[in-house]
């Protein structure tokens, strides 16, 4: 699959995204150090580092991010699937910078690419994009979990696909503040572990599974949406891509991996439709809703559905 570099560039005192080797740097630093720290987590846990404040940590940062990411980023800035209020809005966009995936336009331009050219010539990070057979796909498949993000040129214009977001002031000042929010999301969990327990023991325990361990698992979550979702899994519903439903990546992507609905329908607020699946951000949204933060939600239609439904499902 031959794809064409695109020029984000801006004019000063507009949003950049992305800028030269310090960025590209941070984004080998954010993914590689956390994976790395995977692998002595199984080691250290299986010996006692670490403590259930440890645990409460790695869990509530990893809900917050994903949250962020899932329902932020993702159903309500990607695709608008619902609106929110201010705060809502604002508060989503700092927990999905929090996920250390890159500023919420910079992310948005790129899933709407992805969108546009899904599994075709164009689309950002296609595990298909070298060819179908078994080494191809080998290949296609390492650069659409992390490849296209480390190494890939192919990124979104955000003034060509995320305008929109670009007059959001909000938006833009959160986008352009990413980095102190990087600061924030790396240190958080080892300040707070510290505090809690008077110990740097504990602070270096918290920084671990907080931080490390939490982002690592975040990062490859949903890299996996990209490459395992595109590869595999049940399609009951028609699209024009191999998007697939991966049922075991439903809890710890909070929904995010009934993919195959996604991209059938992809303003829809609720991805799991059918009957035992799970969708943890749809029940958030749900709630956001009822508190009134968000408003004009695109919740599934029936008949829809059943006109989307796959021949052989």
Not at 10 to 16: H, I, K, M, T
Not at 107 to 127: E, L, M, T
Not at 145 to 154: A, I, K, P, Q, T
Not at 204 to 212: D, H, K, S, V, Y
Request: with cysteine.
């Amino acid at each position: 699959m031959a794809t064409t570099p695109q020029s984000d560039t801006a004019p000063p005192g507009e949003f950049q995204p992305v800028g030269g080797r310090l960025e590209r740097g941070l984004i080998w630093v954010f993914i590689v150090v956390p994976t790395l720290a995977l692998l002595p987590g199984i080691f250290f846990a299986w010996g006692g580092w670490i403590g259930w404040h440890d645990i409460v940590l790695l869990v509530v940062f990893y809900a917050i991010t994903a949250t962020g990411i899932g329902v932020g980023y993702h159903r309500c800035f990607t695709h608008g699937s619902f609106k929110s209020k201010r705060g809502l809005k604002i508060a989503l966009a700092i927990a999905g910078s929090l996920a250390l995936e890159g500023p919420v336009i910079r992310w948005v331009a790129d899933h709407r690419k992805h969108h546009k050219f899904s599994d075709r010539d164009g689309d950002p990070h296609s595990p298909w994009r070298y060819g179908t057979n078994a080494w191809a796909v080998t290949k296609g498949f390492i650069f659409a979990h992390v490849g296209w993000v480390l190494w890939g040129e192919d990124r979104a214009d955000p003034k060509h696909y995320a305008p929109d977001l670009l007059k959001d002031r909000d938006l833009v000042s959160i986008s352009r503040h990413f980095r102190g929010l990087a600061v924030v999301t790396l240190l958080a969990p080892a300040v707070i572990g510290g505090l809690w327990d008077m110990s740097w023991f504990r602070a270096a325990t918290g920084f671990f599974w907080g931080t490390l361990v939490r982002i690592a698992l975040m990062h490859h979550v949903t890299f996996s949406i990209n490459s395992i979702c595109h590869v595999t899994g049940r399609k009951p519903f028609e699209a024009r891509d191999r998007s697939g439903n991966v049922w075991w990546l439903a809890i710890l992507s909070q929904g995010e991996s009934w993919h195959n609905l996604h991209h059938s329908d992809p303003t829809c607020a609720r991805h799991g439709v059918l009957k035992g699946q799970i969708d943890i951000n749809a029940w958030y949204i749900k709630t956001f809703e009822r508190l009134g933060w968000a408003y004009d939600v695109k919740w599934p239609d029936r008949g829809r559905l059943e006109r989307k439904r796959a021949p052989a499902a």
